[in-house]
């Protein structure tokens, strides 16, 4: 696996102590058992969304477009 660079290591840093924090797998579970339409909770994607999670660049070889 290639080396981060130092924004690539602070933007997962951030992702994984955000999720550890804000985003647990029992908060996964609440949203798969309380079967929610849209598949997620609104609260969650938001923060994404305001961390500017949704506008990543991810390459080809990793699933990117």
Do not use: N
């Amino acid at each position: 696996m290639a080396a981060l660079s130092e924004e690539q290591q602070m933007i997962k840093d951030q992702a994984s102590a955000w999720v550890r924090e804000q985003a647990p797998v029992s908060t996964f579970r609440a949203m798969r058992d309380q079967g929610l339409a849209q598949g997620f909770f609104s609260e969650t994607w938001q923060a994404m969304i305001e961390m500017g999670w949704t506008g990543l660049v991810v390459p080809e070889p990793y699933g990117g477009a």
